[in-house]
């Protein structure tokens, strides 16, 4: 129970601090609302959960320590955080006649919740440091000696749940100031900054080592 306990307070601290993920989740609740959202949530949880089932299959420990493999992950990864920042850029520099269409459209027609989906999925399974974020930390949490499948899936999957809660709250958040925040002046600034922060982290994945 101490180990859980303190796996959950590293979680919490791992959670808390934004990043990629964070990024995405507010874009895409601001474009498609809260479901929009939530949908980027559930594929974010999805990609963490196919991670933690690879960590427990061992399949995670090959990819860390394949360099060829590592590194086309990680290429891909940031190249797709790249091309979601470019077009929040292009959101934020889209015409005015436009952009007040765009505000008063409904949430549904501006992102799907495939869509959403699809992108937080992609951006959590093209993150690489997530493999070695999940090889590394659940098996520092299993007591020796009982480092099983079941017991590495099942640290994942709480991850994985604490994953999508934070970030269904920052969907309902976001949400809840919809009107305000799809101004298209207030909504160009955070389409600005989100795409800056997204090039941003892309280019920092794609040069930093392991």
Do not use: C
Not at 111 to 123: D, K
Request: glycine fraction near 10%.
């Amino acid at each position: 129970m101490s180990l859980f306990l303190a796996f959950l307070g590293v979680s919490f601290v791992v959670l808390a601090t934004p990043g990629p993920d964070t990024a995405i989740t507010i874009r895409n609740a601001l474009l498609g609302g809260r479901a929009g959202g939530v949908f980027t949530a559930l594929g974010i949880a999805s990609g963490q959960t196919i991670w933690a089932l690879a960590t427990s299959a061992g399949i995670v420990a090959l990819l860390v320590a394949s360099e060829p493999l590592f590194l086309a992950v990680k290429y891909a990864g940031a190249a797709y955080l790249v091309y979601l920042g470019v077009k929040a850029l292009q959101e934020a520099l889209r015409p005015s006649h436009e952009a007040e269409a765009l505000a008063v459209a409904k949430p549904s027609r501006r992102l799907t919740a495939a869509s959403a989906f699809r992108q937080g999925l992609i951006s959590d399974l093209g993150n690489p440091k997530m493999a070695v974020f999940f090889a590394s930390l659940l098996p520092q949490f299993v007591p020796p000696g009982e480092e099983s499948f079941a017991a590495l899936l099942g640290l994942g999957a709480v991850f994985a749940i604490m994953t999508f809660t934070w970030l269904a709250l920052y969907a309902t958040v976001v949400a809840k100031a919809g009107d305000f925040l799809r101004r298209p002046s207030i909504r160009r600034v955070i389409e600005g900054v989100t795409g800056m922060v997204l090039i941003g982290l892309g280019i920092r994945i794609a040069t930093e080592h392991r």
